[in-house]
Nanobody, 123 residues
């Protein structure tokens, strides 16, 4: 079971990025959540999506700016990030929860993690 996160980069305040989380070696039939971790801070949940994609959850800090989606045919989950702020700077990880139905933004419920992709927003 491998997850690969990509799409990070350096953008200016107010810019946009789209992150991708691609599963290899298995069908992405899991709840998937994006997390982020800034230097010196705890890992925090950003946005999660149910297995079908019908339910989504967002942290208050990103509501209205980030959009999560998935394409199960492509085994991929996306995180569209708009109106980025310097506070969004972090390493972003995608994670899969095995056997879970509900979405949680708590890291302890997730079994598989991608390697992370750096997002840097300059002011």
């Amino acid at each position: 079971v491998q997850l690969q996160a990509s799409g990070g980069g350096l953008v200016q305040d107010g810019g946009s990025l789209r992150l991708s989380c691609i599963a290899s070696g298995f069908t992405l039939d899991y709840v998937i959540t994006w997390f982020r971790q800034a230097p010196g801070k705890e890992r925090e949940g950003v946005s999660g999506i149910s297995r079908s994609g019908s339910r989504k959850m967002y942290a208050d800090s990103v509501k209205g700016r980030f959009t999560i989606s998935r394409d199960n045919d492509k085994n991929t989950v996306y995180l569209e990030m708009n109106s980025l702020k310097p506070d969004d700077t972090a390493v972003y990880y995608c994670a899969a929860a095995k056997g879970r139905v509900g979405i949680s933004l708590l890291p302890r419920y997730y079994d598989y993690w991608g390697q992370g992709t750096q997002v840097t927003v300059s002011s």
